[in-house]
T-cell receptor
């Protein structure tokens, strides 16, 4: 069974601060997705990373896939209250044809 | 708007009852996934269908069943409902099951069992 561990579980910061959340596994994934979910709504896809060592930027968000394709990080610069939400990572396995989701990091950005 | 639709948005029922949740995937997507999310918990994968066939099973209870129809919409049936089944149920769809499995989620059905 492939497991994804996300840390920290909860993070509360002030507007303008920087933060990094992590997604770790002992398994290799063919790709990894990051999603953001707001309360009562469905997760929304933010990015997919495929190549080991890949870095993708989405405005103030920077996503990195580990060289061995076992882990990933999400860095947010100058966080805003609108960044508040549950951040989920999901690892995809080509052979199994499905994704494994982590339990998520709940981020609260206070104005 | 992800293009995935789910009905109903809210459902309130009693213990022991049976309900059916419906999902229509994005146009062109062949895979449908069902997830359960209880309060303050992550997404629990239930089951996946690909082009009408069951593809993968997660922690789905025997009281729960699903199917995908020829027009690719899917239904999740929950029977003999218990209080602990109260949760958000999400459907997601994707183009295929190969690497780069990007899933697009519907708005969810909030089930309350009283």
């Amino acid at each position: 069974t492939q497991l994804l561990e996300q840390s920290p579980q909860f993070l509360s910061i002030q507007e303008g601060e920087n933060l990094t959340v992590y997604c770790n596994s002992s398994s290799v994934f063919s790709s990894l997705q990051w999603y953001r979910q707001e309360p009562g709504e469905g997760p929304v896809l933010l990015v997919t990373v495929v190549t080991g060592g890949e870095v993708k930027k989405l405005k103030r968000l920077t996503f990195q896939f580990g060289d061995a394709r076992k882990d990933s990080s999400l860095h947010i610069t100058a966080a805003q209250p609108g960044d508040t939400g549950l951040y989920l990572c999901a690892g995809s396995d080509t052979n199994a044809g499905k994704s494994t989701f982590g339990d998520g990091t709940t981020l609260t950005v206070k104005p | 708007d992800s293009g995935v639709t789910q009905t109903p948005k809210h459902l309130i029922t009693a213990t022991g009852q049976r309900v059916t949740l419906r999902c229509s995937p994005r146009s062109g997507d062949l895979s449908v996934y069902w997830y359960q999310q209880s309060l303050d918990q992550g997404l629990q994968f239930l089951i996946q269908y690909y082009n009408g066939e069951e593809r993968a099973k997660g922690n789905i209870l025997e009281r729960f069943s699903a199917q995908q129809f020829p027009d690719l919409h899917s239904e999740l049936n929950l029977s003999s409902l218990e209080l602990g089944d109260s949760a958000l149920y999400f459907c997601a769809s994707s183009v295929d099951t190969s690497g780069g499995n990007e899933q697009f989620f519907g708005p969810g059905t909030r089930l309350t069992v009283l």
